[in-house]
């Protein structure tokens, strides 16, 4: 910054040397944690929030952690070739651990039977955790993950396709002012929501993926925005802002199998695992099949991936329609969980919460978004509940958005990238592709 | 293979396309046919409308005016660019307009294309390459995939088969697993051709092939491009700048200068043209040279 | 039709909207412009402004009520001091959540991400640090009818956001088509490669964009902010809404941007008319999902570079 005069020759010094300047920008960064994580303000007192969380002792670890925060990025800097190694060395650990695909195999079942069995020693507040905020959302971000991690785009009105498979489930069931022809079992009526809400991807994606990737982004923002206002005014078909209720839990009468899910949270989240298991073996497939290497053409160049024959638009709608149906199965299965819908189930920001988890795990990374999903959505109540820390859930997308500024400068890939993600932000970074969807316009020029 | 000359078997009719940009025409009503199994060259100095011209032929552009026609090896004719009468409302006159097929649809129907800046996809292997290239021409769809279905898995058996075979016809089964923008620059030339060759076109387009190439790996290239003619029987059209590989590997030779067809023939007859020599190096007056009342030089060439 | 019966209260109540679109869209179409980006964030500069404004006129006009040539000091004021706090707020996001991304040369995707995440931390943190209520913006003027035109009658904030509006435009018309800053902006919105050639210092433009996008997005704030209050969401809606303004306009084009904001803030008020205000935010995205469909480029083209 040249136009920046320093009154003396030393601060001019200080403020031209990156070290500088990064140390003050670390120790702003470990000032702002400290107002993030202060006591809250208000409007008649609005400073009383800043000086609440920098005017005392508690400052002090604030500025350590900027500085050691400082210290660490130098030393990367000064031995980023030593320490990149280690680091790819620790990243690639567990598939030189498990090269065999048998043991890897043998430790996925292992995860399963923990999986399994883990939970039945926890208590209900856990259980009904696991279910609603951790299962439902790992197979939210497995269905984003197909449309942000593997097409590369961005769709901010995801939590929409939840509410189209929630209210199908009302509607089948019988739950809605509006009644169908014939009522159904909720458990039969899932594939009914599920193409519910791929239908909607579908009519949604088709005219606007033709769109430039940032508008899209908005119109996603939009339509989820609409969905919204829809449930809530359409009294006479939604239930409007209230809600329904009455949506009965799943049931099984099957070839002589008679099975109730009730009120407790253990049975759903069998009934989750399972549907998490299938998605993820389904998208593992996916992503290794013709459709996952069109996609990844797709992402990479588009002009080329056309002239390879691809046609892009329909791989676009293919990979909306796929994370839209996924949505829907999970507002699907809450539904009939928890008994009722109401249109504040489908915020505009769980769809930004959605994101997160995905880009916070890693985009195009199955074990990222299920590893991220659940990190992000133990923490917050772990924090909540934990005496120490008594995080408020009201300021969760305060973190959440200082989150997403944070991958984005630092770890784009996210924690648990995929190893064809990384090459490729690696490479467009080096301006060669463009990893992600967002370039071009498709259709021709003239 | 030279094709004779009474027989007329045309692969691709370029008839009279005009392609405008705001006020700029960038080709106009240029003409061409190239017959099947025949390797045509394009040639023409900078600006001449070489590139606009590949960029119509694969779907990139929609030509204001004129026709492009595709016949392929079963006797499919397959408009590429062609009027299509539309509906102007009550009482309005019906006009007609160009309509155009898209990059992909114009790869389905049998022509690929190389890029004048390779465009692969860099962060896959040589091997992901091809086998793109060659899926695009299977079925498998998002739930056969999902499921791997017996025949999702056939398919996908039969595509790294090709795509072996396709990266052994251009020399780079060795570096079948090595990822693209690692790729020396003939190695990455040929490397898309063999993509191209993926998606089993009857007409291979080839924009510069040798632009940024040595000449060893210039020798390379003119040999793989012999081969793709000879042993596949794909006819070619290439967009070259480089005189010595035109007239090594052409058939016939079309020249384009300032978006018109200047002459046409077998490369000892355009060398001789005057026409061409004076658009090469320019005319002996100077009056002369800027006296074409031809239409502007193309936009973007690039 | 259903407006008819007020269809000039309609226009002018729509013209009122306009106008602050117009002031919101500006920024989007600016930055656009050098970035070729959506400042997604550009909801929370607008409403740093409001908030700015508020603490200032708070701290100095209290439960006063200022008559005359005060009021106008006052309102003149707030309109600088929202502005200022849009312009912090705006360079500050541009220097942490956009520039290590394009030093990185980082996908766009990765632009859109990190600015959707400074907007959720920083309306958050606007809520955690102010308060989640509404807060009053001081009473500077006494609202009422000011004139009539076709029988509607305007009010004192209409003509006040109106002047206020109408003079920013203006100077930024201006400030971009004829200063060297403007230059260094069209030159960078034409072709930042071949512009950083020819010396002009593109980090400086971006800044600078960035600041004037700011200063614009935080007076809107406070118009807006006049009427409303100010609150920590109050960013969304309007600011998607200028976007869909910006996009009708043309988004690149300045003067596309202020067509868009006011001909959507008089079809969104007369489309209201026929339904119910509830559905007024639909009435909106129905129309940037019209536009984006049958017209991406906008009403007057994108006009990249010739941004006047």
Redesign the interface.
């Known amino acids: 910054m040249s136009t920046v005069r320093a009154p003396t020759p030393l601060l001019r010094r200080l403020w031209l040397s990156t070290d500088a300047r990064r140390l003050a920008a670390c120790v702003a960064g470990g000032l702002v944690l400290a107002v993030m994580t202060g006591p809250e303000g208000s409007g008649t007192a609005p400073t009383s929030g800043f000086t609440g969380s920098l005017g005392n002792s508690r400052v002090i670890g604030f500025v350590v952690f900027g500085v050691v925060l400082w210290l660490l990025m130098t030393a990367r800097q000064r031995y980023g070739t030593e320490i990149r190694a280690v680091s790819d060395r620790l990243s690639a650990a567990p598939r030189r651990l498990l090269p065999d695909k048998r043991v890897r195999g043998v430790f996925y079942l292992v995860l399963l039977g923990i999986a399994i069995g883990y939970p039945t020693v926890l208590n209900g507040f856990w259980q009904e955790v696991l279910v609603d905020q951790i299962g439902v959302y790992v197979l939210l971000a497995l269905g984003l993950n197909v449309v942000v991690g593997y097409a590369g785009l961005l769709d901010l009105g995801y939590i929409a396709f939840y509410a189209i498979g929630a209210y199908s489930a009302a509607y089948w069931t019988g739950a809605l002012p509006v009644h169908p022809l014939f009522h159904l079992n909720a458990f039969y009526a899932i594939p009914l929501a599920v193409l519910a809400a791929m239908l909607a991807g579908v009519i949604l994606g088709a005219p606007t993926l033709r769109l430039r990737g940032d508008y899209l982004a908005i119109v996603t923002l939009g339509f989820g925005e609409i969905i919204e206002i829809v449930a809530n005014n359409l009294q006479g078909v939604t239930g409007g802002a209230q809600g329904v209720i009455g949506i009965p839990h799943f049931s099984i009468h099957f070839l002589g199998v008679v099975y109730h899910w009730g009120l407790g949270s253990l049975p759903y989240y069998y009934l989750l695992l399972g549907f998490i298991v299938v998605v993820l073996i389904a998208f593992h497939f996916l992503e290794n099949s013709r459709v996952g290497r069109a996609w990844v053409a797709i992402r990479e160049d588009e002009v080329a991936a056309e002239s390879s024959g691809i046609n892009v638009l329909k791989y676009k709608v293919m990979a909306f329609a796929i994370g839209a149906s996924t949505s829907g199965l999970a507002g699907m299965v809450e539904a009939s969980k928890i008994g009722f819908v109401e249109p504040g189930d489908f915020t505009v920001q769980l769809s930004i919460l959605i994101l997160v988890l995905v880009i916070f795990g890693g985009m195009g990374s199955l074990p990222g978004a299920v590893i991220g999903a659940a990190v992000l959505q133990f923490l917050p109540q772990y924090l909540r509940v934990h005496p120490l820390f008594g995080f408020q859930q009201q300021d969760l997308y305060l973190y959440l958005g200082a989150i997403l500024v944070v991958m984005m400068i630092f770890r784009p890939v996210g924690v648990f990238p995929s190893r064809r993600r990384k090459r490729e932000l690696g490479l467009a970074e080096h301006g060669v592709g463009s990893a992600d969807a967002m370039e071009s316009t498709t259709g021709p020029i003239s | 293979m030279v094709p004779t000359a009474t027989a007329s078997d045309p692969i691709v009719q370029v008839e009279a396309i005009t392609l405008r940009f705001g006020g700029l025409t960038s080709l106009s009503d240029v003409s061409l046919t190239q017959q099947r199994g025949e390797i045509l060259a394009v040639i023409g100095p900078n600006g001449a409308g070489k590139t606009s011209l590949f960029n119509c032929l694969t779907g990139v552009y929609h030509p204001q005016e004129g026709n492009i026609t595709f016949h392929d090896d079963h006797g499919k004719s397959v408009e590429i660019v062609g009027p299509k009468p539309r509906f102007a409302g009550l009482g309005g006159k019906s006009h007609v307009r160009n309509h155009g097929r898209k990059p992909h649809q114009v790869n389905r129907a049998g022509i690929a294309r190389t890029f004048q800046t390779s465009r692969l996809f860099n962060a896959l292997t040589a091997f992901e390459n091809v086998k793109i290239g060659v899926e695009s021409r299977m079925h498998t769809g998002p739930i056969g995939a999902m499921l791997r279905l017996p025949r999702t898995r056939h398919e996908d058996r039969e595509s790294d088969a090709r795509a072996s075979e396709l990266l052994e016809f251009v020399g780079l089964r060795e570096r079948a697993n090595d990822i693209a923008s690692s790729l020396p620059y003939g190695d990455r030339r040929r490397l898309e051709i063999a993509r191209a060759l993926g998606t089993s076109p009857q007409l291979l387009l080839l924009d510069e092939p040798a632009a940024g190439t040595n000449p060893a790996e210039k020798n390379e290239l003119v040999r793989l491009i012999r081969k793709v003619n000879d042993e596949r029987g794909v006819s070619v059209l290439l967009i070259e700048h480089d005189m010595g590989l035109v007239m090594t590997l052409a058939d016939r030779i079309v020249v384009l200068n300032f978006g018109q067809v200047i002459a046409s023939g077998v490369p000892a007859e355009v060398q001789q043209n005057p026409a061409v020599i004076e658009a090469y190096l320019g005319a002996p007056d100077p009056e002369d040279a800027y006296d074409t009342s031809g239409p502007a030089e193309d936009g973007p060439e690039k | 039709m259903c407006f008819t019966q007020n269809f000039w209260n309609l226009v002018v109540s729509g013209l009122y909207d306009g106008f602050l679109y117009a002031l919101i869209a500006l920024g989007y179409t600016l930055v656009y412009g050098v970035l070729q980006?959506?400042n997604?964030a550009h909801s929370e500069v607008f409403m740093s402004g409001g908030?700015a404004s508020y603490?200032i006129l708070h701290a100095l006009v209290g439960t006063n009520q200022p008559t005359g040539l005060a009021s106008v000091g006052y309102v003149a004021l707030g309109v600088l001091g929202g502005g200022a706090g849009g312009a912090a707020i705006a360079f500050l996001l541009e220097r942490?959540?956009y520039r290590?991304?394009r030093r990185?040369?980082?996908?766009?995707?990765?632009?859109?991400?990190?600015a959707?995440?400074?907007?959720?931390?920083?309306y958050?943190?606007a809520?955690?640090?102010?308060?989640?209520?509404a807060?009053e913006i001081p009473t500077l003027f006494t609202n009422g009818p000011v004139f009539s035109v076709f029988g509607a009658t305007v009010q004192t904030i209409y003509v006040v956001t109106a002047i206020a509006a109408l003079i920013m435009l203006v100077i930024v018309d201006r400030v971009v088509a004829m200063t060297r800053l403007g230059k260094g902006i069209r030159a960078v919105a034409q072709d930042a490669e071949t512009a950083s050639l020819m010396g002009v210092p593109i980090d400086?433009v971006i800044s600078q964009t960035f600041i004037i996008g700011g200063l614009l997005g935080g007076a809107a704030g406070f118009l807006f902010g006049l009427n409303a209050g100010v609150i920590f969401t109050m960013g969304?809606t309007p600011a998607?809404k200028a976007?869909t303004a910006a996009?009708l306009g043309g988004i690149g084009n300045i003067r596309g941007a202020v067509l868009g904001g006011l001909l959507l803030g008089i079809v969104e008020n007369l489309g209201v008319a026929c339904t119910?205000a509830?559905?007024r935010?639909?009435v909106a995205?129905?129309i940037?999902?019209l536009v984006?469909?049958i017209r991406?480029t906008g009403l007057l083209g994108e006009q990249l570079g010739r941004a006047a």
């Open positions: 980006l959506i997604f908030f603490f942490v959540a290590p991304l990185r040369n980082a996908p766009r995707l990765a632009f859109l991400i990190s959707i995440g400074a907007s959720y931390f920083l958050n943190l809520g955690k640090e102010f308060g989640r209520n807060l400086r969304f998607l976007f996009v119910q509830s559905w935010d639909v995205f129905g940037l999902v984006l469909l991406p």
